[in-house]
C-alpha cells in the first residue's frame, strides 16, 4: 500500500529451515519486511537491539535463552515491540507463561499462512490466539463463573484480566 510503512518483523525459532520458510512466507507479502532473524532469545535481544521492529516472531523452546524469558526480557525494554508467539507446543502452562511474560498472543506452527500474515500486521493492536487456544480461555473462563469450586483456571483467567 503506498504510503503506509511496511510492519517490520524480528523472526526468532532456532529451526533454521523454520526461519527460512517464515521469512518466504512473509517478506514482501501485505506490507511485511522481515528485518532480523535470531536463533534463540539471547541473539534476539543483540538484533531486537540493534534493528528496529514492530512485531517479533517468537518461538518457545530454544537453546540458551527460552522465548518465555526472552519475551518477558524484550517486553520490559522501554518502547519494547509486540510480541508473537508461534510454536508446536499447544500447551496451557505454555500460554499462561507466554502472556505473563507479555506474548500479545499465542499461534500454533499449524495456523494457515494467510491467518499468519493478518496476525502479524494485527500484532501492534490486538491480541491474536490459535483457535484451540482461544476455545480452552473461553471454555476455562465460562467454567470459572458458573462454578464456584476451583476448577484450576484462576491462574488462566488471572492473566487475562487487565
Given at each position: 500500500m503506498p504510503?503506509?510503512?511496511?510492519?517490520?518483523?524480528v523472526l526468532v525459532d532456532d529451526e533454521q529451515l523454520i526461519r527460512a520458510g517464515l521469512r518466504l512466507l512473509l517478506h514482501g507479502r501485505d506490507g511485511i519486511e522481515v528485518v532480523g532473524e535470531a536463533a534463540d532469545g539471547v541473539d534476539a535481544m543483540t538484533?531486537?537491539?540493534?534493528?528496529?521492529?514492530?512485531?517479533?516472531?517468537?518461538?518457545?523452546?530454544?537453546?540458551?535463552?527460552?522465548?518465555?524469558?526472552?519475551?518477558?526480557?524484550i517486553r520490559a525494554q522501554p518502547d519494547a515491540p509486540p510480541v508473537l508467539v508461534l510454536t508446536t507446543f499447544d500447551d496451557d502452562d505454555?500460554?499462561?507463561?507466554?502472556?505473563?511474560a507479555?506474548?500479545?498472543?499465542?499461534?500454533?506452527?499449524?495456523?494457515?499462512?494467510?491467518?499468519?500474515v493478518v496476525a502479524?500486521?494485527?500484532a501492534a493492536g490486538r491480541q491474536t490466539f490459535a483457535p484451540s487456544v482461544l476455545d480452552r480461555l473461553v471454555h476455562a473462563a465460562v467454567a470459572h463463573r458458573t462454578s464456584p469450586a476451583d476448577n484450576g483456571t484462576d491462574r488462566l483467567l488471572s492473566t487475562l484480566r487487565p
Open positions: 504510503g503506509l510503512s511496511p510492519t517490520r518483523v538484533v531486537i537491539a540493534a534493528t528496529p521492529c514492530d512485531v517479533v516472531l517468537m518461538d518457545i523452546r530454544m537453546p540458551r535463552r527460552d522465548g518465555i524469558a526472552a519475551t518477558a526480557n505454555l500460554v499462561i507463561d507466554a502472556i505473563n507479555g506474548a500479545i498472543g499465542f499461534l500454533l506452527k499449524d495456523t494457515p499462512p494467510d491467518e499468519l502479524v500486521q494485527a
